[in-house]
């Protein structure tokens, strides 16, 4: 789960308040149905979405060990 400090409502000029984290629920749950049709519904570019899916989960896991192997 994102916390508010590192979500991009976090540079708002005002206050979000409810709207921020609500907006970014809607939106995650738009990415999710659009991740689920390029990966099982559409079937003219399943490849290369899983191609570009592999890529990214590499770029992400090697950011985590990266994070990880720095000093406190």
Do not use: D, E
């Not at 540079?11 to 689920?36: D, E, F, N, T, W």
């Not at 990966?39 to 990214?56: D, I, K, M, P």
């Amino acid at each position: 789960m994102m916390s508010s400090s590192g979500s991009v409502f976090s540079h708002a000029p005002k206050p979000v308040g409810l709207v921020g984290p609500l907006v970014a629920a809607v939106a995650l749950l738009y990415a999710l149905g659009r991740l689920h049709r390029a990966l099982w519904a559409n079937h003219r570019y399943r490849s290369t979405t899983w191609g570009w899916g592999r890529v990214v989960a590499a770029l992400l896991l090697i950011g985590a060990v990266m994070k990880l192997m720095l000093p406190a």
